[in-house]
């Protein structure tokens, strides 16, 4: 499991307890971090209610790096990944974690064959889980259509597109369920 930083790590923390199988090990997450965000460096949280402004160019800001203790030199190859995120707005950070992890991925192939050659190499598969898919056109389509075609995209609940606060992201929990049940009460009206 590959948790997009910050909004997919606890979702993906969540995940691991419900897809944990009895006398199994806890399944790994591990962890990356893309940035849309305009401006960052001028966005306050403590000061500045407005949403941060949506960027265009995805901006890598950690990345997976297997340390020499790892048990394998390919750890992506033959793998089930699992990417997951808190929200599929643009698409855009979702598909790049697919693009680049995928050409991780065909620089382990080029390893594996060369430590391996005639083997047949392992097939790694994607897939994706969002808590919310804003049902909107996306920017970017997945470089692998296979995750949408063979049902390998989960979102627990698709929604307008609308601005998304999730709890963990509140500096005040109760400050954070009025303003819920606030734009709740729009909605209705």
């Not at 699992?82 to 192939?109: F, G, H, M, N």
Request: glycine share 6%; with cysteine; aromatic share 8%.
């Amino acid at each position: 499991m590959i948790a997009i930083g910050g909004g997919g790590f606890i979702p993906a923390r969540i995940l691991r307890t419900f897809l944990k199988r009895a006398n199994n090990k806890n399944i790994p997450i591990q962890a990356i971090g893309l940035s849309l965000y305009e401006d960052l460096g001028s966005y306050n949280l403590s000061t500045d209610d407005s949403p941060a402004i949506i960027g265009t160019q995805v901006i890598k800001t950690q990345w997976l790096h297997f340390g020499p203790s790892h048990a394998t030199t390919s750890p992506l190859l033959g793998k089930n990944i699992l990417i997951v995120d808190e929200v599929d707005d643009t698409r855009t950070t979702l598909a790049y974690a697919v693009q680049e992890l995928s050409k991780d991925i065909e620089e382990e192939k080029r390893k594996f064959l060369q430590e391996n050659p005639g083997c047949i190499v392992p097939e790694t598969k994607f897939a994706v889980f969002v808590l919310h898919n804003k049902k909107k056109e996306k920017r970017m389509e997945f470089p692998d259509p296979s995750i949408i075609e063979e049902g390998r995209y989960y979102a627990a609940r698709e929604t307008p597109d609308r601005w998304l606060v999730y709890p963990w992201e509140a500096n005040d929990i109760e400050e954070h369920t009025k303003k819920s049940l606030i734009q709740e009460q729009e909605e209705l009206q």
